[in-house]
């Protein structure tokens, strides 16, 4: 599930409103986070802040266009928790290829799976349950 925050239009600098991904939500992984280190937003605590500001913070949706209020979102983003490491997918001959082919890792203490840091899609891991993204998402 995607997550975007509709900014409203700004009558006093006449610049349109825009649509801004907020992250993903995908079972079994950590939250990816969408960063935008050009805008400030690094981490959760930027865009916290950044998104407490009305009317933004009235403007958080899925990507069914249904709004999600700021404690849904904190709690989709950062308490996340997976079932652990039991059987790789079907798909996969071994967890060993699972994180090969999806630049995975395991994240022991919360059971989710977690992108390794690249340093170019997966710029960190935060302080949650939440990996740090730059970049288009698929």
Not at 33 to 56: M, T
Not at 69 to 95: L, V
Not at 109 to 136: F, K, N
């Amino acid at each position: 599930m995607n997550y975007y925050v509709n900014e409203e239009h700004c009558a006093s600098c006449g610049r349109d409103g825009e649509q801004l991904h907020i992250g993903k939500s995908s079972r079994g992984w950590c939250f990816s986070l969408h960063v935008y280190p050009e805008r400030g937003l690094s981490d959760w605590l930027d865009w916290e802040s950044w998104l407490s500001i009305e009317p933004r913070r009235s403007n958080i949706v899925d990507e069914y266009d249904r709004s999600v209020d700021m404690s849904q979102r904190k709690a989709i983003g950062m308490n996340r928790s997976g079932n652990g490491f039991h059987q790789p997918p079907s798909t996969y001959k071994s967890w060993k290829s699972f994180h090969a082919l999806n630049h995975s890792e395991p994240d022991s203490s919360s059971g989710l799976l977690r992108y390794q840091i690249d340093g170019h899609r997966c710029v960190g891991h935060g302080t949650g349950t939440d990996d740090l993204i730059a970049g288009e998402f698929s």
